[in-house]
């Protein structure tokens, strides 16, 4: 009765982390972390290195979820092929760090790492409108893509996310619509979720996590990777749907005060 309860609350998470994806254009990585520490809890595996599993295991999940969000919109005309294509070498760079760094944290700095960032991207659902404020004519290029998008990379994969974010801010802010950004942050989730995914697996593989949850290989466990990766494919294509027809803003407000929740209670 547990594990139907666990494989239940598993794929509910996963059928919100598709939706958020396809809407927001976030990787999902921001409801998949939080629901599998506290799922994980539940089940009693609560030992040192749960967080490492928790955002490995994301980052997989973000793979099947942001590569079908990113095709619904592809088809949609809302992916921008070239700004993935220019970003590309930076983000790899960037999520190479972010992964490489793990190595050299702790489970508890981790966890205050993704506490911290979770209350930062929270800002932006929640106040959208300050930051239309600071608007550019056109997308970076040079010195200052290679940067942002080398951070992007980094960040995303200390928090186990697609970088949906800081990309639909760019976007937005330099004159893009936002379908179109949230779109094109879907293709650049495919990216980090897989380079960081296999990043967390191999570099998992050389650490013993105490307490680790069955049929987890490396950072990723494989019975939850498939539990919310089978029912986000299926939701991620109404999520991308729903970025065309509704108007986003309450919503995003909701998501916002939800990232702020989450912050305060992993920090504690």
Same mark, same amino acid.
């Given at each position: 009765?547990? /594990?139907?309860?666990?494989?239940?609350?598993?794929?509910?998470?996963?059928?919100?982390?598709?939706?958020? +994806?396809?809407?927001?254009?976030?990787?999902?990585?921001? /409801?998949?972390? =939080?629901?599998?520490?506290?799922?994980?809890?539940?089940?009693?595996?609560?030992?040192?290195?749960?967080?490492?599993?928790?955002?490995?295991?994301?980052?997989?999940?973000?793979?099947?979820?942001? +590569?079908?969000?990113?095709?619904?919109?592809? !088809?949609?005309?809302?992916?921008?092929?070239?700004?993935?294509?220019?970003?590309?070498?930076?983000?790899?760079? &960037?999520?190479?760090?972010?992964?490489?760094?793990?190595?050299?944290?702790?489970?508890?700095?981790?966890?205050? /790492?993704?506490?911290?960032?979770?209350?930062?991207?929270?800002?932006?659902?929640?106040?959208?409108?300050?930051?239309?404020?600071?608007?550019?004519?056109?997308?970076?290029?040079?010195? $200052?893509?290679? %940067?942002?998008?080398? +951070? %992007?990379?980094?960040?995303?994969?200390?928090?186990?996310?697609?970088?949906?974010?800081?990309?639909?801010?760019?976007?937005?802010?330099? &004159?893009? =619509?936002?379908?179109?950004?949230?779109? $094109?942050?879907?293709?650049?989730?495919?990216?980090?979720?897989?380079?960081?995914?296999?990043?967390?697996?191999?570099? &998992?593989? $050389? !650490?013993?996590?105490?307490?680790?949850? =069955?049929?987890?290989?490396? #950072?990723?466990?494989? =019975?939850?990777?498939?539990?919310? +990766?089978?029912?986000?494919?299926? $939701?991620?294509?109404?999520?991308?749907?729903?970025?065309?027809?509704?108007?986003?803003?309450?919503? !995003?407000?909701? #998501?916002?005060?939800?990232?702020?929740?989450?912050?305060?209670?992993?920090?504690?």
């Amino acid at each position: 009765m547990e /594990i139907v309860l666990l494989i239940t609350m598993l794929m509910a998470t996963g059928a919100v982390a598709g939706l958020c +994806s396809g809407l927001f254009g976030v990787g999902g990585g921001f /409801i998949v972390v =939080p629901a599998l520490l506290f799922v994980l809890d539940m089940a009693g595996y609560r030992g040192d290195g749960i967080i490492f599993i928790a955002i490995g295991t994301s980052l997989a999940t973000i793979i099947l979820a942001s +590569s079908r969000s990113a095709f619904t919109h592809w !088809k949609l005309g809302s992916l921008d092929i070239q700004f993935v294509r220019t970003w590309l070498p930076w983000l790899t760079v &960037g999520t190479l760090i972010g992964v490489s760094f793990t190595a050299l944290v702790s489970s508890r700095d981790l966890q205050f /790492i993704f506490a911290v960032g979770v209350g930062a991207y929270s800002l932006f659902f929640l106040f959208p409108r300050a930051f239309s404020r600071f608007e550019f004519e056109s997308l970076p290029v040079g010195m $200052t893509r290679a %940067v942002l998008g080398t +951070s %992007v990379g980094g960040v995303s994969a200390l928090l186990g996310i697609g970088g949906g974010t800081p990309i639909v801010i760019t976007m937005t802010l330099c &004159g893009r =619509p936002i379908v179109e950004a949230v779109g $094109t942050a879907a293709g650049v989730g495919v990216i980090i979720g897989l380079l960081g995914a296999a990043g967390f697996l191999i570099i &998992g593989l $050389t !650490k013993v996590v105490v307490g680790a949850p =069955p049929g987890s290989i490396g #950072f990723i466990n494989i =019975p939850a990777l498939i539990a919310i +990766s089978a029912v986000s494919v299926v $939701t991620a294509p109404y999520g991308a749907r729903l970025a065309h027809n509704v108007k986003t803003e309450s919503l !995003k407000r909701g #998501f916002g005060v939800y990232l702020l929740v989450v912050a305060v209670i992993i920090l504690q």
